[in-house]
Structures are given as structure tokens and as C-alpha cells.
């Protein structure tokens, strides 16, 4: 290594905190230094390429080094670098019309954030204040989530979450949160098989609504497929179930893509699976494919409109953020959502992505238990010979030669209370045959260092 990234190192190891990560493991072994990216490839400060089979973090969709997003990037800096949103600028207007058109469903009114967690923030804050407008007599506050699902680290949003290592530490979490179980076959939470449980998990969702009372109920928020917390692809009558419960007690369904849109599952959004139309939709990761940093709420004109009022009756949605609709941001979202619809790289998703779910399912482990996914979004959850979850040593043995073989794939971390054991595989949407053939081989001999 050469003296500069020695010293980029330590100085990294200095003053940089990571997120998530036990530094005291520094002492033992570094952290990868990320220095290029083209197309699905990273190249590290020592010149090893690694094949990036986790898209950065789920999110860079149309791959990295895409030119013409880093032109439209320094043309709108050269133009306009920066207004708030107050008022209006072009790159937002015109990419607020862009996902109206594309987006599922009546989701014609956008709000512009910064990130997922905040897309989801704002998504609560509009449910609560439009039920209060709109069921003037009630008081609709509750906002109704998964375990396992995954809605941000900010506040109301690690609130939402149903994973018990990312808010335990942080407690008292926002008021008004309640969860269910998720839909997760493979070990279901309460003790059924598919199909003979008619989706039970499902109902919990009336339950706890008719417990709760309806009139104390704003919104549902589900991802339509679960994904850091295990990729969990819920059975074909769930969402659709889900939709007539909400619609049954005038709750909204806030649906988190999050991760899922912008073609991830094999359609541009996941909603399409189903034929589900949201009330609202929280968008970040894939919007930009993660060039800029840029969150997005969609909703209805009927929720839109119980925000109309005269000046000064108090009607608005009284949030801003500096950043929001930034420009610039706003502009890398354009250029990169006419490359995903340019190359339909949502059909590759689900072409690349049921090969490589067949190859991953086919791989000779008795350590395999469940691989399951959806487009370029699949799972590969590691068992013991008992059927438990693969004990944290031998899941790293496991990583440590995926890695050695050239491939970064991605690993549950801080859901379940117990050991995690199940990678992620979310590679770029351009993803080639060939290169998913590498991830399985590098799957394989992962698995052959246990
Ligand atoms: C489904 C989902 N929602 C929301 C978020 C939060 O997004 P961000 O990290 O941009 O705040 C994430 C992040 O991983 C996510 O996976």
C-alpha cells in the first residue's frame, strides 16, 4: 500500500466514526478503501477490483460512472447550484412531473427530501395531519408497521422500525408506533405453513386496528418487500388483502420503495406485483441511484387537496428542509431515471435476477436453508445442521471467502436478537449473466471455507 492510503487509513481510523461497525475490530482487520467505480465493478486503494453485488447499500440501480448523470450534474451547478424550495426550480418541477407519470396508482403530488428516512418522516407527518383534517371528530394518529421492517434511523422513522437492534439503545422511541408480525415463510412467526394459513399475518393487521380502534388509526406502512430485515417477499394475496383492511377502516397504506423502486424487484415499482395502489409512496436509494443524495414522498390528489384551505386557516404542510428539492439533486434523479427507462433495466432485474435466484437455490450446501428473492433483491439465509441460524463465526468464514473470491454481497446486521446469518444479494441492474454466475461461485466458495 503506498504511504498516502497508509495515512488516509489512519487518519481514517482517527476521526472517522462508521456507522454500524464495532471499530475495535480494526485491530484486527481494515475496513475496504473504496476508491473507483464503473458499471458493477469497485476497485479498492490496493487495485483489487471486487464485483459489487449489493449495489452500495441496495441503491446504485443504473451502476456507478455513468457519464451523462455527472454532465447533468455539473451543467445544473454551472446554472443553478442551489435555491430552497420555497419557490420553484426546474430540475424539481420537472422531475416531479416525471415520477407522476411513471409512478403507480393516483401518485401525482410529490415532496422532496433528502433521504429515506426522511420521506418516511414526512409520510407520517402528512398521515397524521390529513386524518386530522379529514376525520375532524377522531383523533388518527397511530401508525401501524411490521417487526423486521426497515423505515430509517431518524426518530419517527427508527420508530416504524421493527428491528430490535437498531432502537433498543435509543429508547423512548416516538409514541403511536405498533407493529405485526411479517409475512416470513420460512420461519413463521406464528407457527403456520403456506398456503394452509389463509395469510394469517395479514389479519393482524385488522386486529390490531379493531383493537386500537379505527378512529385512532392513520396509517399502515409496509415495504412491499421486506429488505434489510431478511428480503421478505410476502405471499401473492397479501398486499392486495392488505389494500381492503386499510381501505375498510379509511386507513392509509404508506408504502415504502424505498429500496423496491425504480426497478429492483423486476418492475419499476414492486406495487405493480400486486396491482396495489398506495396513498402514499416514500422514494430515496434508487431515485438517484444513490449520484446525489435525494428522498421523495408521493401521494394522491385526495390527500393533496385536504391540505387546501384559505391563507391563514392553518391548512398547509408547515415542514421544510434546506436541501429538499435540491436542484442539483433533483437534476442526477432526471438524468438517472431516463437511463433506467431508456435500457428497461427493470426487465433485465427480472430476467439476470431469476437466473441468479435459481443458481444461488441450486448451490450444494447442507448450510443453505432458504434463498428466496424477488427481481435483483434475494436473500441467502445460512442454517446449522439443526435448522438454526449459522452461528456468527462460521457466517463470517462464510463472508471472509465470498470476499476472497472478488465479490461484495451484503449481511443482515442489528434485526434479530440472536446470530445473523443471511446475505443479501442486490447487485446493480445491469447485472450480466456472467457476472451472476461469479456471485454463485463466490457463494459456493464461501461456503466451502465451513
Ligand atoms: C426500506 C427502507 N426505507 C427507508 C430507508 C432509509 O433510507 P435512508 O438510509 O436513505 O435514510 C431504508 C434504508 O436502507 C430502507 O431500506
Redesign the pocket.
Same mark, same amino acid.
Given at each position: 500500500m503506498s504511504a498516502n492510503l497508509g495515512d488516509l487509513r489512519a487518519q481514517d481510523r482517527a476521526h472517522v466514526w462508521h456507522p454500524l461497525f464495532q471499530h475495535q475490530v480494526l485491530d484486527e482487520r481494515d475496513l475496504l478503501l473504496v476508491a473507483k467505480g464503473q458499471g458493477a465493478t469497485l476497485t479498492d486503494g490496493e487495485g483489487n477490483t471486487y464485483l459489487d453485488a449489493y449495489a452500495g447499500?441496495?441503491n446504485v440501480n443504473v451502476g456507478y460512472g455513468r457519464k451523462e448523470i455527472a454532465d447533468a450534474v455539473a451543467l445544473q451547478i454551472a446554472k443553478l447550484s442551489f435555491y430552497p424550495h420555497s419557490q420553484i426550480n426546474e430540475p424539481a418541477t420537472r422531475l416531479a412531473t416525471r415520477l407522476a407519470e411513471i409512478l403507480p396508482g393516483e401518485l401525482k403530488h410529490l415532496f422532496f427530501s433528502n *433521504?429515506? *428516512? =426522511?420521506a418516511?418522516e414526512t409520510a407520517f407527518k402528512i398521515a397524521r395531519q390529513y386524518s386530522r383534517q379529514q376525520h375532524p371528530g377522531e383523533n388518527r394518529y397511530k401508525i401501524i408497521a411490521r417487526y423486521q421492517g426497515?423505515?430509517?434511523?431518524t426518530y419517527g422513522?427508527m420508530s416504524a422500525t421493527g428491528q430490535v437492534g437498531r432502537r433498543s439503545k435509543f429508547e423512548p422511541l416516538v409514541p403511536g408506533f405498533l407493529h405485526v408480525d411479517p409475512p416470513y415463510c420460512y420461519r413463521c412467526p406464528l407457527n403456520r405453513t403456506y398456503p394452509e394459513c389463509g395469510v394469517a399475518c395479514v389479519e393482524e393487521f385488522e386486529k390490531i386496528i379493531v383493537r386500537e380502534g379505527p378512529e385512532t388509526v392513520a396509517a399502515v406502512i409496509v =415495504?412491499p418487500v421486506i429488505?434489510?430485515g431478511g428480503v421478505i417477499v410476502p405471499p401473492p394475496e397479501y398486499l392486495p388483502r392488505l389494500r381492503q383492511i386499510c381501505d375498510r377502516y379509511d386507513v392509509l397504506l404508506i408504502l415504502?420503495e424505498?429500496?423496491t423502486g425504480f426497478g429492483r424487484t423486476g418492475k419499476l415499482f414492486a406495487a405493480e406485483h400486486w396491482g396495489v395502489a398506495p396513498d402514499i409512496a416514500t422514494l430515496?436509494?434508487g431515485v438517484t441511484s444513490g449520484y446525489l443524495p435525494l428522498?421523495a414522498c408521493a401521494t394522491t390528489p385526495e390527500i393533496f387537496s385536504a391540505f387546501l384551505g384559505e391563507p391563514g386557516a392553518g391548512r398547509e404542510f408547515a415542514q421544510v428542509s434546506t436541501y429538499g428539492g435540491h436542484p442539483v439533486c433533483c437534476a442526477a434523479a432526471l438524468a438517472n431515471i431516463e437511463i433506467i427507462l431508456r435500457e428497461r433495466l427493470w426487465e433485465n432485474a427480472a430476467r439476470v435476477g431469476t437466473y441468479l435466484l435459481a443458481k444461488l437455490q441450486a448451490l450444494d450446501s447442507p448450510f443453505v436453508g432458504d434463498v428466496r428473492g424477488l427481481g435483483l433483491m434475494i436473500a441467502v439465509e445460512l442454517v446449522d445442521d439443526s435448522g438454526a441460524v449459522l452461528d456468527a463465526e462460521r457466517a463470517a468464514k462464510v463472508a471472509a471467502g465470498i470476499r476472497q473470491a472478488g465479490v461484495i454481497v451484503g449481511r443482515m446486521s442489528h434485526v434479530m436478537a440472536g446470530p445473523e446469518s443471511t446475505f443479501f444479494v442486490a447487485p446493480p441492474l445491469i447485472l450480466t449473466e456472467a457476472q451472476a454466475d461469479q456471485i454463485a461461485a463466490a457463494f459456493a466458495a464461501g461456503l466451502d471455507a465451513i
Open positions: 447499500l441496495w *433521504s429515506g *428516512s =426522511e418516511n426497515y423505515h430509517g434511523f422513522a =415495504e429488505g434489510g415504502d424505498v429500496i430515496a436509494k428522498g
